[in-house]
């Protein structure tokens, strides 16, 4: 197939990590247990099984963590892409209500609505809920998922229209520890 010239001019511009969730200063937290998959390694691709809905399955990958910091009450989860070319990184999942307790969640637990009782999804691309697998445009180059998992001290409490802006208002000052997963997919 030949190079997507939308992609290709694109190359070179993207969001950048500094704008991830990640990277806000009032969301800086020890990094104080792990977040893991038998899907992918952290840096590695990201099986074709769990790209977006246009294109492939959809289906999220099963996440585990070690134990959280004593006090977790609540595990919050946003996934996002950073090298999504023009504006803010992209919400590939937005979910809260993830007890600390589970030590992870199942395959395809992200899809909306979960099959795991108290999970329950945001608004993320184009006001979808639920697991938006990778769906990055074709020749723009690797794009990486940060799987972000943030340990709250007290449960978030927002109805259930919560948008991302929302979760990020009621989690400030909250998190008392973080763990990351990073993929990468690529639409060659």
Do not use: C
């Not at 500094?18 to 247990?33: D, G, M």
């Not at 590695?44 to 492939?56: D, S, T």
């Amino acid at each position: 197939m030949p190079a997507n010239p939308l992609g290709v001019a694109l190359r070179n511009r993207r969001a950048g990590h500094h704008t991830l969730v990640w990277a806000r200063p009032a969301l800086q937290a020890p990094e104080n247990f792990t977040l893991t998959s038998p899907a992918f390694d952290h840096g590695a691709p990201i099986p074709e099984k769990h790209r977006g809905r246009l294109f492939g399955a959809n289906i999220s990958p099963t996440l585990n963590w070690t134990q959280p910091p004593t006090g977790t009450v609540e595990l919050v989860l946003i996934v996002q892409d950073p090298d999504v070319p023009i504006g803010k990184p992209a919400t590939h999942a937005l979910t809260l209500g993830v007890d600390p307790s589970w030590g992870g969640i199942p395959e395809n637990a992200l899809a909306h609505p979960s099959p795991v009782p108290g999970i329950r999804h945001g608004k993320g691309p184009l006001g979808r809920r639920g697991w938006a697998g990778p769906m990055p445009i074709r020749s723009h180059g690797p794009h990486a998922y940060v799987f972000q998992l943030f340990a709250l001290d007290q449960a978030p409490g927002l109805p259930a229209s919560f948008t991302l802006d929302d979760v990020i208002a009621a989690i400030t000052d909250h998190a008392i520890g973080r763990a990351r997963l990073d993929g990468t997919y690529e639409n060659r």
